[in-house]
């Protein structure tokens, strides 16, 4: 089965910066591209990043350009999301989803929560 | 990277058949046949639905079904059951090498 599991969230000031982490297991994780999608409360749903297999090809919105990196370690089947100067806006659950065909998220984990606030 | 439009809300009885539609435009839902859709219960993940305009996972009821025209993605949903009653999200790749997400429809079976 395959199951991710997300870690991280925490509550932090506006202008510091938290790392998010994704377990993935019950499938050859160096073989799929992998996102994180975040959801503020009580709103939709927000596409923040992608990583492929490989690392060779990254991908971030707008709205986190220059501020958030994502990674990836293939022997210890974990996706990760470096988030730096974080701000209210960026305050949300973040899912990290495996990316089976390239374009579709498919499936998803429960999500970390992100709290920014001082 | 603006979102794709959705109707924010609908509704239908049981047994109906109700349609969602996600409206983008050439650069994203219309340039490409990458759009996908997704279930999401209250304090659930989201489930994928529907993916490449009109493929359904195994394991996806029947039920639900998706097109394109144009720069508008659908998803249709037949056989309305109370189980169905949820928030729907359509998602595209986009010209940017990037993707995007519906602002989300509440569908609400009477």
């Known amino acids: 089965e395959v199951q991710l599991v997300e870690s991280g969230g925490g509550l932090v000031q506006p202008g510091r910066s938290l790392r998010l982490s994704c377990a993935a297991s019950g499938f050859t994780f160096d073989d799929y591209a992998m996102h994180w999608v975040r959801q503020a409360p009580g709103k939709g749903l927000e596409w923040v990043s992608g990583i492929s297999w490989n690392s060779g090809s990254t991908a971030y919105a707008d709205s986190v350009k220059g501020r958030f990196t994502i990674s990836r370690d293939n022997a210890k089947n974990s996706l990760f999301l470096q988030m730096n100067s974080l701000r209210a806006e960026d305050t949300a659950l973040y899912y990290c989803?495996?990316?089976?065909?390239?374009?579709?998220?498919?499936?998803w984990g429960q999500g970390t929560l992100v709290t920014v606030s001082s | 990277q603006s979102a794709l439009t959705q109707p924010a809300s609908v509704s239908g009885s049981p047994g109906q058949s109700i349609t969602i539609s996600c409206t983008g435009t050439s650069s994203d839902v219309g340039g490409y046949n990458y759009v996908s859709w997704y279930q999401q219960h209250p304090g659930k993940a989201p489930k994928l639905m529907i993916y490449?305009?009109?493929k359904r996972p195994s394991g996806v009821s029947h039920r639900f079904s998706g097109s394109k025209s144009g720069n508008t993605a659908s998803l249709t949903i037949s056989g309305l059951q109370a189980e169905d009653e949820a928030d729907y999200y359509c998602s595209s790749y986009t010209s940017f090498s990037t993707w995007v997400f519906g602002g989300g429809t509440k569908l609400t079976v009477l």
């Open positions: 989803a495996k990316a089976p065909g390239g374009n579709w998220f498919d499936p």
């Open positions: 490449d305009v009109s």
